[in-house]
């Protein structure tokens, strides 16, 4: 029997094939950037978007429901947006392969495809669940596409502490960022369904973001970037600000300690090479891995030599709490009026101060 010619999409008459384009990559590294580019140049980012706001004036074109949705599915694995243990992808994992979590995705995004066939996902806590994604945009009959953002480290720590106000300090920055990324690589190397990936230096976007983004929309076969129009280059021109990289600092100024310095400037120069035409190979792969195992020695080493100031630091939380929960019994004792107080009878009202540790002078 003849196969019948599928019939014509009356909301994509062209027929264009569903495609999912997932930015990733550390948060300040310019996912929001590239988003909103391709964006602007046709490709559909679900709405709501999360608002703009000082950090990023210029929008973050990520869509409100998958910012909700991994701040829950990280909260309930115990980890940061900016984790840097290894084993946080152990406990992300663990969602990713629910298969509940697997249709709420699937199912949140094929109304979008109605809008258009070439979907932009994108959010700084995206590499986490970036299996789950996978699966649940082939689900819909979309082929998924990778995009990961390079920024250099030093950065994207400074522009963290400048705009986060991170406390964490920067050992901790550059410790996360060296994870995320060599995780993000991992997970994106093609597998059955994919339809590619590629890596973006944030500075090449900025400098010549007409042909970083052609290049890339022809690596990913993605017809929205390949035929766009002028008016849309037109928009991208005057969305584009060249001061955008507002923060540059180097590795010799985070200070960090010799071995994560090492690992984050050899992490940073072979991320580069995968940017590069023909950068992407086996032998690539190789050499992440076993930057992968020197991540987890170093963190392993770390984490056995310093679980007395994670012990130190436990027991401080606990004072903290059980003297925040003194002062609030307290506080309320003080609310009671004083004729109230003064009708209590007289061993009543001591045990009620030996029960809240307040001594003679206290009394009311």
């Given at each position: 029997?003849t196969?019948?010619?599928?019939?014509?999409?009356?909301?994509?008459?062209?027929?264009?094939?569903?495609?999912?384009?997932?930015?990733?990559?550390?948060?300040?590294?310019?996912?929001?950037?590239l988003?909103?580019?391709?964006?602007?140049?046709?490709?559909?980012?679900?709405?709501?978007?999360?608002?703009?706001?000082?950090?990023?004036?210029?929008?973050?074109?990520?869509?409100?429901?998958?910012?909700?949705?991994?701040?829950?599915?990280?909260?309930?694995?115990?980890?940061?947006?900016?984790?840097s243990r290894?084993?946080?992808?152990?406990?992300?994992?663990?969602?990713?392969?629910?298969?509940?979590?697997?249709i709420?995705?699937s199912?949140?995004?094929?109304?979008?495809f109605?809008?258009?066939?070439?979907?932009?996902?994108?959010?700084p806590?995206?590499?986490w669940?970036l299996?789950?994604?996978?699966?649940?945009?082939?689900?819909?009959?979309?082929?998924?596409?990778?995009?990961?953002?390079?920024?250099?480290?030093?950065?994207?720590?400074?522009?963290?502490?400048?705009?986060?106000?991170?406390?964490?300090?920067?050992?901790?920055?550059?410790?996360?960022?060296?994870?995320?990324?060599?995780?993000?690589?991992r997970?994106?190397?093609?597998?059955?369904?994919?339809?590619?990936?590629?890596?973006?230096?944030?500075?090449?976007?900025?400098?010549?973001w007409?042909?970083?983004?052609?290049?890339?929309?022809?690596?990913?076969?993605?017809?929205?970037?390949?035929?766009?129009?002028?008016?849309?280059?037109?928009?991208?021109?005057?969305?584009i600000?060249?001061?955008?990289?507002?923060?540059?600092?180097?590795?010799d100024?985070?200070?960090?300690?010799?071995?994560?310095?090492?690992?984050?400037?050899?992490?940073?120069?072979?991320?580069?090479?995968?940017?590069?035409?023909?950068?992407?190979?086996?032998?690539?792969?190789?050499?992440?891995?076993?930057?992968?195992?020197?991540?987890?020695?170093?963190?392993?080493?770390?984490?056995?030599?310093?679980?007395?100031?994670?012990?130190?630091?436990?027991?401080q939380?606990?004072?903290?709490?059980?003297?925040?929960?003194?002062?609030?019994?307290?506080?309320?004792?003080?609310?009671?009026?004083?004729?109230?107080?003064?009708?209590?009878?007289?061993?009543?009202?001591?045990?009620?101060?030996?029960?809240?540790?307040?001594?003679?002078?206290?009394?009311?």
């Amino acid at each position: 029997m003849t196969e019948q010619p599928r019939a014509i999409d009356e909301m994509n008459p062209d027929g264009v094939p569903r495609k999912v384009l997932f930015v990733a990559g550390a948060g300040r590294s310019g996912t929001s950037t590239l988003a909103g580019i391709v964006s602007k140049l046709g490709m559909h980012v679900p709405l709501p978007e999360v608002p703009p706001d000082d950090s990023n004036p210029r929008g973050f074109s990520e869509p409100q429901w998958v910012v909700d949705v991994h701040d829950e599915w990280l909260a309930e694995a115990l980890v940061q947006v900016s984790d840097s243990r290894p084993n946080a992808w152990f406990d992300t994992g663990r969602i990713c392969s629910r298969e509940p979590a697997r249709i709420r995705v699937s199912e949140w995004l094929e109304p979008h495809f109605a809008e258009h066939p070439e979907l932009v996902i994108k959010d700084p806590r995206l590499s986490w669940f970036l299996g789950l994604w996978r699966v649940a945009a082939i689900r819909t009959g979309a082929t998924p596409v990778f995009a990961t953002m390079l920024r250099p480290p030093a950065e994207v720590v400074g522009s963290k502490q400048k705009y986060y106000a991170n406390k964490l300090g920067s050992s901790h920055l550059a410790a996360s960022w060296v994870n995320m990324l060599l995780h993000t690589e991992r997970a994106t190397r093609p597998a059955e369904g994919d339809g590619g990936r590629v890596f973006v230096r944030y500075e090449d976007l900025l400098t010549d973001w007409v042909k970083t983004t052609t290049a890339l929309g022809h690596a990913l076969d993605l017809q929205t970037i390949i035929h766009t129009r002028s008016d849309q280059i037109r928009e991208v021109h005057r969305f584009i600000d060249p001061n955008l990289r507002r923060v540059t600092s180097t590795l010799d100024d985070l200070g960090l300690p010799k071995r994560l310095h090492d690992l984050t400037g050899q992490t940073w120069e072979e991320l580069n090479k995968l940017a590069d035409e023909g950068g992407d190979t086996t032998q690539a792969h190789a050499t992440f891995d076993q930057l992968r195992q020197e991540y987890v020695d170093l963190y392993e080493e770390a984490e056995a030599i310093s679980r007395s100031t994670a012990e130190h630091a436990r027991h401080q939380a606990r004072r903290r709490a059980r003297a925040e929960a003194a002062e609030g019994q307290r506080s309320l004792a003080d609310r009671v009026p004083h004729d109230v107080r003064a009708a209590i009878p007289p061993s009543v009202r001591r045990g009620m101060r030996k029960a809240l540790g307040r001594s003679r002078d206290d009394q009311p």
